[in-house]
T-cell receptor
């Protein structure tokens, strides 16, 4: 039981390049989330998916797109990376049982945009 | 505006010196309050969920409590391995989840 997995673990991009961060969970959770974590800012929600086939914007969605590929997988795409997107990105999932809202996080992707 | 504030930002304790971390919140219709532990370079790890005022949860040296305006994470006789950042999050009535900025805890041997 791997929990939540993320790839890649590290990435360096040049301004304007694109990339996709991958996330998968094996806990049969309905909801999945993408956060970014910056020093002094805490965790900020980028996008979330309450169930397969649905996605919604969070607090900081500009510059990102997401795809809920199936119940297990939720990807985050940066179409044209900017230095302001340098951050640590975490994927999380929740909702394996009714009323269960605690989130389980992946190990993170450390992204640097130069 | 829904808000979560954690204090202090950082705390240094001697091994065995008990203390408490605070999480105060203002949200519309609290559905749950969560505590997480985050080690450097890793993702947050779920610790506790509290649903209503008066509720308490315990795990080893940690005990979380909840009132109508705040939650405390009590650490009893901490050890160096308890050093981490502790995050508090609340789930509002509209299911929005808001995280605090965390308390960095350092336990000196």
């Amino acid at each position: 039981n791997a929990g939540v997995t993320q790839t890649p673990k590290f990435q360096v991009l040049k301004t304007g390049q694109s990339m996709t961060l991958q996330c998968a969970q094996d806990m049969n959770h309905n909801s999945m989330y993408w956060y970014r974590q910056d020093p002094g800012m805490g965790l900020r929600l980028i996008y979330y998916s309450a169930s397969e086939g649905t996605t919604d914007k969070g607090e900081v969605p500009n510059g990102y797109n997401v795809s809920r590929l199936n119940k297990r997988e939720f990807s985050l795409r940066l179409e044209s990376a900017a230095p302001s997107q340098t951050s640590v990105y975490f994927c999380a999932s929740s909702g394996g049982t009714a009323g269960s809202y605690e989130q389980y996080f992946g190990p993170g992707t450390r992204l640097t945009v130069t | 505006e829904d808000q979560v504030t954690q204090s202090p930002e950082a705390l240094r304790l001697q091994e065995g010196e008990s203390s408490s971390l605070n999480c105060s919140y203002t949200v519309s219709g609290l559905r749950g309050l969560f505590w997480y532990r985050q080690d450097p370079g890793k993702g947050p790890e779920f610790l506790f969920t509290l649903y209503s005022a008066g509720e308490e949860k315990e795990k080893e040296r940690l005990k979380a409590t909840l009132t109508k305006k705040e939650s405390f994470l009590h650490i009893t006789a901490p050890k160096p391995e308890d050093s981490a950042t502790y995050l508090c999050a609340v789930q509002a009535g509209d299911d929005k989840i808001i995280f605090g900025k965390g308390t960095r805890l350092h336990i000196l041997p």
